[in-house]
């Protein structure tokens, strides 16, 4: 049996690292330019780490540790998407980078520690003593069976974000995010955070991601994030004082048909089961579940 070595990431594993994920969770979107960019230049604040498992040369392992930058709780801790090869699982890999993971966030003084995991993990999550908290549905949507795009009310316009101040859809990001369903409230993100993790990230699409305008404001807005034909939702929303009128749905629609206009055959998004409100747009648009998981937190001692 070939040995199996724990060691910290490197760029060059990008590629590897793209393919595991691809194959253990083909329903999450994130290339290799923007894998190698969080390995090569992590954002500042959050001591992040990352590791593989390698054999022979291939990756079959990865997970990555961090101090959560975006909620006022303190010493909060995240632990994102262990995984290991299929054929490569039973042999203390999954353990080994959990423990890696683990001695960092201590090294870090976190004090609580979210993860996620697949519904068919949660036996493995609570061994280790992770606790099943919020339950996540994956959805995906074939973009040749988008229904057709309405056009926008009287007084709101639909723009690209591709030229706009960054700062502004930052504004908006955030007054957009203050009462998003999870554990820890995303009450804390930062501009330069903001501007790594989004406006920066080589796999954002500007031209398929999209704001509306009403009232001379930015109101709400849907990024995409793409690596190929495929591409993820990573946040639709509206400021409070502009929802119940669609303005959500009208955005995300208006970017899944730029996107497939460019390319994008299949989109993905994921949603806490407590969302009602987005889980019902994703239905209307025609997306359907391909997966479920929890986060899943943990107390160090």
Same mark, same amino acid.
């Given at each position: 049996?070939?040995?199996?070595?724990?060691?910290?990431?490197?760029?060059?594993?990008?590629?590897?690292?793209?393919?595991?994920?691809?194959?253990?969770?083909? #329903? %999450?979107?994130?290339?290799? =330019?923007? $894998?190698?960019?969080?390995?090569?230049? *992590?954002? @500042?604040?959050?001591?992040?780490?990352?590791?593989?498992?390698?054999?022979?040369?291939?990756?079959?392992?990865?997970?990555?540790?961090?101090?959560?930058?975006?909620?006022?709780?303190?010493?909060?801790?995240?632990?994102?998407?262990?995984?290991?090869?299929?054929?490569?699982?039973?042999?203390?890999?999954?353990?080994?980078?959990?423990?890696?993971?683990?001695?960092?966030?201590?090294?870090?003084?976190?004090?609580?520690?979210?993860?996620?995991?697949?519904?068919?993990?949660?036996?493995?999550?609570?061994?280790?003593?992770?606790?099943?908290?919020?339950?996540?549905?994956?959805?995906?949507?074939?973009?040749?069976?988008?229904?057709?795009?309405?056009?926008?009310?009287?007084?709101?316009?639909?723009?690209?974000?591709?030229?706009?101040?960054?700062?502004?859809? #930052? %504004?908006?990001?955030?007054? =957009?995010? $203050?009462?998003?369903?999870?554990?820890? *409230?995303? @009450?804390?993100?930062?501009?330069?955070?903001?501007?790594?993790?989004?406006?920066?990230?080589?796999?954002?699409?500007?031209?398929?991601?999209?704001?509306?305008?009403?009232?001379?404001?930015?109101?709400?807005?849907?990024?995409?994030?793409?690596?190929?034909?495929?591409?993820?939702?990573?946040?639709?929303?509206?400021?409070?004082?502009?929802?119940?009128?669609?303005?959500?749905?009208?955005?995300?629609?208006?970017?899944?048909?730029?996107?497939?206009?460019?390319?994008?055959?299949?989109?993905?998004?994921?949603?806490?089961?407590?969302?009602?409100?987005?889980?019902?747009?994703?239905?209307?648009?025609?997306?359907?579940?391909?997966?479920?998981?929890?986060?899943?937190?943990?107390?160090?001692?």
């Amino acid at each position: 049996m070939a040995r199996v070595l724990i060691r910290t990431a490197r760029p060059d594993d990008a590629p590897g690292v793209v393919a595991l994920r691809s194959l253990v969770h083909p #329903y %999450l979107v994130r290339g290799v =330019a923007s $894998t190698r960019q969080m390995i090569a230049q *992590p954002p @500042d604040g959050e001591d992040w780490a990352a590791w593989v498992a390698e054999t022979d040369g291939q990756v079959v392992g990865w997970a990555s540790a961090y101090r959560n930058v975006e909620t006022s709780e303190p010493d909060f801790g995240e632990i994102s998407t262990l995984h290991v090869h299929p054929e490569h699982r039973g042999r203390g890999t999954g353990t080994a980078l959990l423990t890696t993971a683990l001695a960092h966030l201590r090294s870090l003084r976190a004090r609580r520690v979210r993860t996620w995991a697949q519904t068919d993990s949660l036996p493995y999550a609570r061994r280790h003593g992770f606790i099943p908290s919020r339950e996540l549905r994956y959805s995906a949507l074939d973009l040749h069976q988008a229904p057709p795009m309405p056009e926008p009310p009287a007084g709101v316009r639909l723009l690209p974000i591709t030229g706009l101040d960054p700062y502004q859809i #930052y %504004l908006l990001d955030v007054a =957009a995010a $203050t009462d998003e369903p999870g554990d820890v *409230p995303v @009450d804390a993100t930062s501009y330069s955070y903001w501007r790594f993790a989004s406006w920066d990230n080589p796999g954002l699409d500007r031209d398929a991601s999209t704001v509306a305008e009403m009232d001379g404001a930015l109101v709400a807005l849907s990024l995409v994030k793409r690596d190929g034909d495929r591409m993820w939702s990573d946040f639709t929303a509206t400021r409070p004082e502009y929802r119940g009128r669609g303005l959500a749905r009208l955005t995300k629609q208006a970017a899944l048909h730029r996107a497939a206009g460019r390319g994008v055959q299949t989109a993905y998004t994921s949603n806490d089961e407590a969302n009602a409100p987005m889980l019902a747009i994703n239905l209307r648009l025609g997306y359907r579940p391909v997966a479920s998981g929890w986060s899943c937190l943990h107390e160090l001692r």
